[in-house]
Nanobody
Framework: QVRLVESGGGSVQPGGSLRLSCAASGINFKLYAMDWNHQAPGKARKLVAR???????NYTESVKGRFTISRDNVWNRVYLQMNNLNPDDTGVYYCSVNHRGRQYWGQGTQVTVSS
């Protein structure tokens, strides 16, 4: 049974930082690309960062230079370091994985950026 559990969200002021964590179980973690996704209030969920099984990373344009995705294949975790946050980064962040043709999601963690 695939399970993803996010943590690390919170409220910060503009310019602040947060580090999100996602713990994965039920898959051979090191073999899978992992994604972080962002759902802003009233908007569709969007992919913001991906890390491939071998560590190659990709980011959506709006977070390049501010967010860093990383993984720990020993502890089966994927991280999202978010720096220089702005109000547009507010929303729920989900990690996800595609396992045997099905997309699995965590419950999400709320990030609020406000002065």
């Amino acid at each position: 049974q695939v399970r993803l559990v996010e943590s690390g969200g919170g409220s910060v002021q503009p310019g602040g930082s947060l580090r999100l964590s996602c713990a994965a179980s039920g898959i051979n973690f090191k073999l899978y690309a992992m994604d972080w996704n962002h759902q802003a209030p009233g908007k569709a969920r969007k992919l913001v960062a991906r890390i491939e099984s071998r560590g190659t990373t990709n980011y959506t344009e709006s977070v390049k230079g501010r967010f860093t995705i990383s993984r720990d294949n020993v502890w089966n975790r994927v991280y999202l370091q978010m720096n220089n946050l702005n109000p547009d980064d507010t929303g729920v962040y989900y990690c996800s994985v595609n396992h045997r043709g099905r997309q699995y999601w965590g419950q999400g963690t709320q990030v609020t950026v406000s002065s």
